[in-house]
């Protein structure tokens, strides 16, 4: 019980951010993810390409 209340006690000392701030983070998390997993496709594809050129 003693690790609960120094939880609850530290969680009132953290400080949220805002509905602006977190609503900017989660647009910026969403395009890098996109961003990151086009370049991968991308990148598999090239690949996949030049593999298929050595095994022809």
């Known amino acids: ?3 609960m209340k120094s939880v609850v ?3 009132k000392i953290v400080t949220w951010p805002s ?3 977190l609503g900017k983070d989660v647009v910026t998390v969403i395009q890098s993810t996109v961003l990151f997993a086009l370049f991968f496709a ?3 594809f090239g690949l996949n390409q030049l593999l298929q050129l050595f095994v022809r």
């Open 19 to 21: 509905k602006e701030r």
């Open 42 to 44: 991308v990148v598999d």
């Open 9 to 11: 006690e530290e969680m």
């Open 1 to 3: 019980m003693k690790f």
